[in-house]
């Protein structure tokens, strides 16, 4: 969906409101606190006096709003507007920053700053997610992101970097984690946690590391020398690629990518790139996210 259709399908706030009431409950409304069923729209006000929509529970009489609960609690931003920001952050490949959200959607750097991790929290996999699986093979490899020290030498500059460990499935799907450093258990717990036990092959560059941390029937190597003759391809091209459009998203959109959030902004990524070939669906999949995980208060993002 585009920010036109969008326009169209959603003009004002009261359609908006409707279409997140059915997404979160395409059965019928039902109490955030009983689950009782029967619930009535009532109009009621808000703090600031405007009229606001609410439901209330037949049997235990709270009242809520369609959006309490959810991602989406405590706002007061249209949801029209919300709307137009999960757009732009679903159809964009490699991301977009908080100030050209607001370029597009006009708002607060600080609000735009909020909606977008509140957003991208709901464009994240579950923990128990994995890659790989019977007859896929695997690649495995590292990246450095940031820390860029200028005339502090190369050792400065990589120490201030952050290890970011890849995985991705050919033609298949990707995972991008933080680890401390690119150690044999980091590593080796990468692999426990995130390949498929059932993924047949393995295949890394020529760090000693991998050698330590993938079991040897699975794992392949690469030969640099080998790779040199055909300088199009090598056996990791697959996450090298996912990493390169990542960093290009960081450094055309982000700029200054904060460490702490390095983990939402993989995670967004790797999300957007596993569904690359679902993207009519994209916006309800995230809205649906929005709506089925709880708020994520402002204080825990600025630690
Ligand atoms: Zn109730």
Redesign the pocket.
């Known amino acids: 969906m585009n920010l036109y259709s969008l326009a169209k399908k959603f003009p004002n706030e009261d359609m908006a409101l409707l279409h997140l009431i059915k997404t979160r409950w395409p059965h019928g409304v039902r109490?955030i606190?009983?689950d009782?069923d029967r619930c009535w729209l009532i109009e009621a006000k808000g703090k600031t006096g405007k009229p606001r929509k609410l439901f209330q529970?037949a049997?235990?009489g709270?009242q809520f709003s369609a959006t309490a609960n959810t991602l989406f609690h405590d706002s007061h931003l249209p949801l029209t507007k919300w709307f137009a920001v999960l757009c732009l952050m679903v159809e964009g490949k490699k991301g977009i920053s908080a100030n050209q959200v607001r370029r597009h959607v006009p708002m607060s750097y600080k609000t735009a700053w909020y909606v977008c991790h509140r957003i991208r929290e709901a464009m994240q996999e579950d923990p128990s997610f994995k890659v790989g699986g019977p007859a896929t093979t695997v690649e495995m490899d590292e990246m450095y992101v940031g820390g860029r020290k200028r005339l502090h030498g190369v050792k400065a500059g990589k120490n201030a970097k952050a290890v970011v460990l890849g995985l991705a499935e050919r033609d298949g799907q990707i995972h991008m984690q933080r680890v401390n450093r690119a150690s044999l258990e980091n590593i080796r717990e990468t692999v426990n946690t995130k390949i498929d036990p059932e993924t047949p092959k393995i295949v890394t560059d020529g760090n000693q590391l991998y050698k330590g941390a993938i079991p040897r029937a699975k794992h392949e190597r690469g030969n640099h020398a080998e790779e040199l003759k055909d300088k199009n391809w090598t056996r990791t091209q697959t996450v090298e690629n996912a990493f390169s459009l990542f960093k290009r998203g960081i450094v055309g959109n982000y700029h200054k990518l904060s460490a702490d959030h390095l983990d939402r902004y993989l995670g967004e990524f790797c999300w957007r790139y596993n569904r690359r070939k679902m993207q009519p669906w994209l916006f309800d999949m995230a809205l649906t996210n929005m709506l089925n995980k709880k708020p994520l208060p402002y204080k825990d993002l600025t630690f």
């Open positions: 109490c606190a009983c009782h529970c049997e235990c709270l």
